[in-house]
Nanobody, 125 residues
Framework: QARPVESGGGSVQTGGSLRLSCDVS????????RGWFRQTPGLEREWVAG??????TRSYADDVQGRFTISQDGSTLSLQLDSLKPEDTAMYYC????????????????????WGRGTQVTVSS
């Protein structure tokens, strides 16, 4: 499968907003989980948010809950980042995986391996 292509990153000040987008046209089945991860140098990639394509159920990591919003529109997956903090600085990646037997999209998305190049988000204080 083709690797996802992320876009929309940039540099903002604390409290600013960005909107990330990803083409997920390779993952159009309704039983796919789609989501976002982020990674800072020297640390492991961490899950940020997920959405189940079939019913739109959303889930978020605790530290972005209430500030980030994941959405889907056809073959485009988006992540609205509001009230950004310096600790949100990272490379952001999108991912997709069949929910299958996994109990949650977070668990399903952890199986994704075909990472794209990501899009850089930098938040300055």
């Amino acid at each position: 499968q083709a690797r996802p292509v992320e876009s929309g990153g940039g540099s903002v000040q604390t409290g600013g907003s960005l909107r990330l987008s990803c083409d997920v046209s390779e993952y159009t089945r309704s039983d796919y989980c789609r989501g976002w991860f982020r990674q800072t140098p020297g640390l492991e990639r961490e899950w940020v948010a997920g959405i189940y394509a079939r019913d739109g159920t959303r889930s978020y990591a605790d530290d972005v809950q209430g500030r980030f919003t994941i959405s889907q529109d056809g073959s485009t997956l988006s992540l609205q980042l509001d009230s950004l903090k310096p600790e949100d600085t990272a490379m952001y990646y999108c991912a997709a995986a069949l929910k299958g037997v996994w109990g949650s999209c977070r668990l399903a998305l952890a199986t994704f391996r075909s990472w794209g190049r990501g899009t850089q988000v930098t938040v300055s204080s």
